[in-house]
């Protein structure tokens, strides 16, 4: 069973506009991850925030993690057409515990 | 450095036939991962290996699909026999250690179409 769920199901914005994924999950967790899918291509990690960390930054992404409210935002700035993909939350409870949601497709038109 | 290897990339089978999928992951990574991902879903894990051990199977559908790694190199996942609902990507991940949610190295899928 899939533990996070991501908001909105599709996303569709105009290149340079920021887009804003988020996911919910259900049960505490030691880390939460995102992870981006290329059509018809394998996952690529991007970030990886732990349970004691608020915020994390990479380029132009942004990850927020808020455990009283079981959420995880991901946001990327100052998108590009070469951003489109799905994006997924994986959210890892323990160490054999690893649970992707559903993801969010995210479309930007040049 | 190259990164998990998997084969075929499509496979096309009917119903009630038998399918092998390959996975080679990155050099010295011990743990290996496989995951079912049904069109418009997130991946759900089938089994974790740890070297040749098996450490997860729990959602693996034990009375069809097999899995070994007999080496702690690569790895083979089989379905016999095949249904309609086994249409999916199936995809290989590795990871260098046992830390609790290593960073996960994803190989491209195989495609497989159950007719």
């Known amino acids: 069973s899939q533990q996070g769920e991501e908001d909105p199901q599709a996303l569709s914005i105009q290149e340079g506009e920021n887009a804003t994924m988020n996911c919910s999950y259900k049960t505490s967790i030691n880390n939460l991850q995102w992870y981006r899918q290329n059509s018809g291509r394998g996952l690529v990690h991007l970030i990886l925030i732990r349970s004691n960390e608020r915020e994390k930054h990479s380029g132009r992404l942004r990850v927020t993690l808020d455990t009283s409210k079981k959420s995880s935002s991901l946001l990327i700035t100052a998108s590009r057409a070469a951003d489109t993909a799905s994006y997924f939350c994986?959210?890892?409870?323990?160490?054999?515990?690893?649970?992707f949601g559903a993801g969010t497709r995210l479309t930007v038109k040049p | 450095e190259a990164g998990v290897a998997q084969s075929p990339r499509y496979k096309i089978i009917e119903k009630r036939q038998s399918v092998a999928f390959w996975c080679n992951p990155i050099s010295g990574h011990a743990t290996l991962y496989w995951y079912q991902q049904i069109l418009g879903q997130g991946p759900k894990l089938l089994i974790q290996?740890?070297?040749?051990?098996?450490?997860?199977d729990s959602q693996l559908p034990k009375d069809r699909f097999s899995a070994e790694r007999l080496k702690g190199v690569d790895s083979t996942l089989k379905i016999q026999p095949a249904k309609l609902e086994d249409s999916a990507v199936y995809l290989c991940?590795?990871?260098?250690?046992?830390?609790?949610?290593?960073?996960?190295?994803f190989g491209p899928g195989t495609r497989l179409t159950v007719l």
């Open positions: 991940a590795s990871t260098l250690g046992t830390l609790h949610g290593n960073e996960q190295f």
């Open positions: 994986a959210t890892v409870a323990s160490i054999n515990d690893m649970r």
């Open positions: 290996f740890q070297n040749n051990g098996v450490v997860d």
